[in-house]
């Protein structure tokens, strides 16, 4: 089956069986970002921005993407934002295992384009779609808030009349 896409904000063509899964067929687009880990939705190495929502691509089949726009860490690596999740991360002390880190950033980048300065239940409530066995919750949580304090700072807004 040919399924029209928008990956990495290039229109393609991708050919795949409709119950294949997204994350098998970005690896064999020889995307490796998109890790095989859990299988099933939980741990985030496979997570996409899909239609620019996180989700992990190991439970999405490849028949229910036709026309979205899916967005990989190697694409999303080259945007501004990724510079201010990355900054707040290592302002938390964050270490990027190798592992989750498309779950941890496509998470801290779903909060920062949702809300403008989020409060914990927000934070917590994203955060707890996936199991961060590397990391913390608290420390992730604050990552994300550095991140949103670096968004902020890049795009000039002001936050209490203070820049």
Avoid: W
């Avoid at 928008?6 to 970005?26: F, H, R």
């Avoid at 801290?108 to 994203?126: F, T």
């Amino acid at each position: 089956m040919k399924i029209s896409v928008t990956l990495n904000d290039k229109k393609i063509i991708l050919e795949a069986e409709p119950s294949e899964k997204l994350m098998t067929v970005l690896r064999r687009e020889k995307l490796y970002s998109v890790k095989c880990g859990c299988g099933k939705g939980f741990c985030g190495s496979c997570t996409v921005l899909l239609d620019n929502r996180a989700v992990p691509s190991c439970i999405i089949p490849i028949g229910m993407i036709r026309n979205c726009s899916i967005i990989t860490l190697e694409y999303f690596q080259t945007q501004p934002i990724y510079s201010d999740i990355i900054k707040g991360f290592s302002q938390a002390g964050i270490q990027l295992c190798g592992y989750c880190n498309a779950g941890k950033i496509f998470t801290a980048y779903e909060v920062l384009s949702n809300y403008y300065r989020p409060d914990r239940k927000q934070l917590y409530d994203s955060i707890n779609k996936f199991d961060t066995c590397c990391i913390d919750r608290d420390t992730l949580a604050n990552g994300i808030l550095y991140a949103v304090a670096a968004k902020h700072s890049r795009e000039g807004k002001h936050i209490n009349g203070k820049k």
